[in-house]
């Protein structure tokens, strides 16, 4: 298991990554994604569900709207965040990019 994060390294594995933030209540990192279709939201999941079967470690995925897409991310069992959220949420970036 990984350990959590302190508040201070979160922010700082996030700084930079344009759009993710971190609620120090919740313990999570999230960010909302806008496509311009239900369709283009439901692939751009299908590749984060890709990405978090090959990494072990699974977001909560929301789909809202036309095509909004939030992902959480956090490790449940530990209670808050740790390197392998960081590792996914700039596994998203890259796809995204």
Request: charged content about 25%; glycine content about 6%.
């Amino acid at each position: 298991m990984s350990a959590v994060l302190k508040d201070n390294d979160v922010i700082n594995a996030i700084k930079g990554m344009d759009g993710w933030n971190y609620d120090d209540v919740y313990r999570c990192i999230r960010k909302e994604f806008d496509f311009d279709t239900f369709e283009a939201a439901a692939t751009f999941v299908q590749h984060v569900a890709s990405i978090a079967n090959e990494m072990g470690h699974y977001p909560e995925i929301l789909i809202y709207k036309k095509g909004s897409v939030r992902i959480t991310a956090t490790t449940h069992d530990e209670g808050g965040i740790t390197d392998n959220d960081v590792a996914l949420i700039e596994s998203v970036e890259i796809l995204v990019s």
